[in-house]
């Protein structure tokens, strides 16, 4: 079943100018990029995607960090994407991420680990939703 999963590069990265070199890799594992753009996240918006972790002793840190410059988020079509990108990123802390992963390549550390990725399917379709409009996707154009 194709569906869909969130990426977004995080700002440690595109700051790094390694927003080319992900997006390679990402695209080279199968994926379709179905909506992408370049934004800066208001502690409002920051906050409320990460909702979920709100009451975490990283929370506060995390919205700072997301809010600390650009961010790219994508969306992402491929058959089980949410597992197989989270397969392509690998584990949060790049110490413990497989070689040739994402993480393992680009992040420094736990905190500043890259890219974030969908954890479910359900979550996918919020998140993306946070991000772009149902005319951003690209729903009416064909492949």
């Not at 996240?41 to 990460?50: K, Q, T």
């Not at 969306?75 to 497989?98: C, F, M, Q, S, W």
């Not at 379709?125 to 996707?137: M, N, P, T, V």
């Amino acid at each position: 079943m194709t569906n869909k999963t969130l990426c977004i590069i995080k700002p440690d990265a595109v700051k790094k100018n390694l927003a080319g070199q992900i997006i390679t890799k990402i695209t080279e594992a199968g994926f379709k990029i179905k909506a992408m753009k370049m934004v800066r996240l208001s502690n409002e918006s920051a906050g409320g995607f990460y909702e979920v972790h709100k009451n975490r002793p990283f929370y506060e840190e995390l919205v700072k960090f997301m809010t600390s410059g650009p961010c790219i988020p994508i969306a992402l079509e491929k058959e089980n994407a949410v597992a197989d990108y989270r397969a392509l990123i690998g584990a949060t802390d790049p110490a413990e991420a497989a070689e040739g992963t994402v993480r393992k390549l680009f992040a420094e550390n736990k905190s500043e680990n890259a890219v974030h990725g969908s954890d479910s399917d359900e979550n996918a379709a919020i998140e993306i939703a946070h991000f772009f409009s149902r005319k951003e996707l690209l729903e009416n154009y064909a492949d």
